[in-house]
């Protein structure tokens, strides 16, 4: 456990929050070292509003770019994904995963720092962007996978599904604060300027995480071999028939997903008429999405179950890109904007802490790095080809097209989800030792017994 952080800290004054809101003695916040890391996750997501809505803003009113950039604007953040996510698994079962998640955080500080330096100096351009949307792609393979896996070393498995509802909670008050704040920027200050902002809050949040205190085992073995290892780590999730269940059904997802984000700020900016602070104050309804979902998702994924849980989160998402896709060009056009924002909320959130806590859940800590890595490659290989689509889509056919393509995509992938036993089925959270024993797998006092899995 951490010392108690001085009183003029970031963290400090979460403390005082919590104490003012008279959380249970059980709640995981009141736990100092989850605490400190959901505080980065805080500080680290409301910069990250900043530049998710900066970025494409810069390259759409400030660059002029066509729906193509703008779509191998968001591919080549997604390319890192396909190169690096495997061997960076392998690479990350052996090292210690903290520190991994900390230099990330100041490699981000310092892409997303040179957009406005670039502006200033007179040389920002599409291929910059794409330059800087490699190493953010790049940073999130490495560096998310690790940040995933260092919720695991901080909360026990019976409550991953809590942890990651509270840290979807945090990143949905960024949400709700992050597009009034980045919307207030881009009008004073231009998006590209709005960026440093976000440099700054991602440096804060390396120094917050700089105070965890983790305890991780290296699962060292004499005989490790680079090839051997991936391979294994391949095998582990196309052998295991939840796991490769989930990543066929979110890379469906990913690829509407990313053919959506391609157009959306178009859409609202070019068929709707918003300008860039109309367009950061609608995004106040995702954050409301969000944040209402990461309130009561733990309860709903409870009742439901976490498979039929993470199913209805595709056909929240596919009715919301569905109802932009037919909106009219007047106030109810703009309501339709909010609606997909707050439906695309609520719905990402109902996928992604069921998502994430059942493949944390099933995984042993040995592979938990091969076997989140090659989860995010097998779901986001889709992403990259539809964020091509999209683009091409928007700019060949119509903007409506591309949102309709998605959230019909959307919609069809929810029933072909709810068609498999292995997602359907799922009404608790299972556990290492559950699907071991359903396996046949011996376990030791010790621990599993991880030999076959492993390759030696």
């Known amino acids: 456990m951490s010392a108690r952080p001085p009183v003029s800290s970031p963290v400090s004054l979460v403390d005082r929050v919590l104490d003012l809101?008279?959380?249970?003695?059980?709640?995981?916040?009141?736990?100092?070292?989850?605490?400190?890391?959901?505080?980065?996750?805080?500080?680290?997501?409301?910069?990250?509003?900043?530049?998710?809505?900066?970025?494409?803003?810069?390259?759409?009113?400030?660059?002029?770019?066509?729906?193509?950039?703008?779509?191998?604007l968001t591919a080549m953040e997604i390319v890192p994904f396909v190169l690096f996510s495997l061997p960076g698994g392998v690479w990350l079962d052996r090292v210690r995963k903290l520190p991994v998640y900390i230099v990330g955080e100041v490699t981000l500080a310092i892409a997303v720092g040179s957009v406005p330096v670039a502006a200033w100096a007179g040389w920002l351009g599409m291929p910059w962007l794409y330059f800087v949307a490699f190493l953010l792609g790049t940073v999130y393979t490495v560096a998310g996978s690790a940040a995933q896996i260092v919720l695991t070393q901080v909360v026990s498995p019976d409550r991953l599904v809590e942890a990651h509802a509270k840290n979807s909670l945090a990143s949905s008050g960024a949400e709700v604060a992050g597009p009034g704040v980045a919307g207030a920027l881009i009008k004073l200050v231009g998006a590209p300027m709005a960026l440093a902002m976000d440099a700054l809050l991602l440096l804060t949040s390396a120094l917050i995480l700089r105070g965890v205190r983790v305890r991780e085992q290296l699962h060292r073995r004499r005989q490790a071999h680079f090839w051997r290892d991936l391979a294994a780590g391949v095998g582990f999730v196309c052998r295991h028939r939840l796991l490769l269940s989930l990543a066929a059904v979110v890379g469906g997802w990913q690829m509407c997903?990313?053919?959506?984000?391609?157009?959306?700020?178009?859409?609202?900016?070019?068929?709707?008429?918003?300008?860039?602070?109309?367009?950061?104050?609608?995004?106040?309804?995702?954050?409301?999405?969000?944040?209402?979902?990461?309130?009561?998702?733990?309860?709903?994924?409870?009742?439901?179950?976490?498979?039929?849980c993470l199913v209805a989160g595709f056909s929240i998402t596919g009715l919301g890109w569905t109802v932009l896709a037919l909106a009219p060009i007047?106030?109810?056009?703009?309501?339709?904007?909010?609606?997909?924002?707050?439906?695309?909320?609520v719905g990402a959130v109902l996928i992604f802490i069921n998502f994430l806590s059942l493949r944390q859940a099933v995984t042993p800590a040995p592979l938990l790095g091969r076997m989140t890595s090659t989860i995010r490659w097998l779901t986001l290989i889709p992403a990259?080809?539809?964020?091509?689509?999209?683009?091409?889509?928007g700019e060949h056919v119509s903007l409506r097209a591309a949102l309709l393509?998605?959230?019909?995509?959307?919609?069809?992938?929810?029933?072909?989800?709810?068609?498999?036993?292995?997602?359907?089925?799922?009404?608790?959270?299972?556990?290492?030792?559950?699907?071991?024993?359903m396996l046949g797998v011996e376990t030791q006092p010790g621990g599993l017994n991880l030999q076959s899995i492993n390759g030696n």
Not at 272 to 279: C, E
Not at 384 to 392: I, M, Q, S, T, Y
């Open 21 to 72: 809101c008279r959380l249970p003695a059980s709640d995981l916040l009141r736990d100092v070292v989850y605490r400190r890391l959901w505080s980065s996750i805080l500080i680290s997501s409301l910069g990250g509003q900043i530049t998710m809505l900066s970025l494409p803003l810069t390259a759409a009113v400030l660059l002029h770019a066509t729906p193509t950039q703008m779509g191998w």
């Open 257 to 308: 997903n990313q053919a959506a984000q391609v157009v959306q700020i178009l859409f609202a900016t070019r068929v709707l008429g918003l300008s860039a602070q109309s367009v950061g104050l609608s995004y106040i309804a995702l954050g409301a999405g969000t944040v209402l979902t990461s309130i009561l998702g733990h309860r709903i994924s409870g009742w439901m179950g976490p498979g039929p």
């Open 330 to 345: 007047n106030a109810f056009g703009v309501g339709a904007f909010a609606f997909a924002l707050f439906a695309f909320g």
């Open 384 to 393: 990259g080809p539809g964020a091509l689509l999209g683009g091409w889509l």
């Open 405 to 437: 393509f998605s959230g019909l995509g959307a919609l069809v992938l929810s029933l072909v989800a709810w068609r498999l036993a292995a997602i359907r089925s799922v009404k608790t959270l299972p556990s290492v030792a559950d699907e071991h024993q």
